[in-house]
């Protein structure tokens, strides 16, 4: 089975900053790699599909980028809607989700 | 708008079953879709729990529900279901379920609200 690991586990920052998540599968997945945004009591969302590209109706200073085994999401400019969790997903063989990194205000 | 309404949650004795159910509205075809339950324990991250194609003839599961677990669908009533098994303290979790495209195992771009399950004596 697929790994996928993600770092760091959390992370503190501020309105403004620009915020850089890192997602590793264990074996190379092409670009099946996905990312949503998950807040405290709610469903996850999505973000990014095959990554790199933005679902409809998500920021654009939102953007994803790898291929092979790694991978990033990146928030360009950190929004106070932006502090949450954030998962990776590989939908390579199978829906596999990352241990998540908790964004949180510093 | 795509809707997808989790029900069936509740509170059971280990080793009990539990049936949930997602209704699903708003779809287009129900039935061109794939989809797939997820999970999430008390302050835990997201697990994946099954998928199934759009017509149900192939389904999808990890170790640790497989054998236990069945996903199914009804096409003619847009209804998703999740059979539950001899069921553990670890499969406390809110179970939420998702629309996937790309495939049974693809990426999840409409989810439920969750159904809370609660396996405990």
């Known amino acids: 089975d697929i790994q996928m690991t993600q770092s760091p586990s959390s992370l503190s920052a501020s309105v403004g900053d620009r915020v850089t998540i890192t997602c590793r599968a264990s074996e190379s997945i092409s670009s099946y790699v996905n990312w949503y945004q998950q807040k405290p009591g709610k469903a996850p969302k999505l973000l990014i599909y095959a990554a790199s590209s933005l679902q409809s109706g998500v920021p654009s200073r939102f953007s994803g980028s790898g291929s092979g085994t790694d991978f990033t999401l990146t928030i360009s400019s950190l929004q106070p809607e932006d502090f949450a969790t954030y998962y990776c997903q590989e939908s390579y063989s199978s829906p596999r989700f990352g241990p998540g990194t908790k964004v949180d205000i510093k | 708008e795509v809707q997808l309404l989790e029900s069936g949650g509740g509170l059971v004795r280990p080793g009990g079953s539990l049936r949930l159910s997602c209704a699903a509205a708003g779809f287009v075809r129900f039935d061109t879709y794939a989809m797939t339950w997820v999970r999430q324990a008390p302050g835990k991250g997201l697990e994946w729990v099954s998928s199934?194609?759009?017509?149900?003839?192939?389904?999808y599961y990890p170790d640790s529900v497989k054998g236990r677990f069945t996903i199914s669908r009804d096409n003619s009533q847009n209804t998703l279901y999740l059979q539950m098994h001899s069921l553990r303290a670890e499969d406390t979790a809110v179970y939420y379920c998702a629309r996937s495209l790309r495939g049974a195992t693809g990426y999840l771009d409409s989810w439920g609200q969750g159904a809370l399950v609660t396996v405990s004596s």
């Open positions: 199934i194609t759009d017509s149900g003839g192939r389904t």
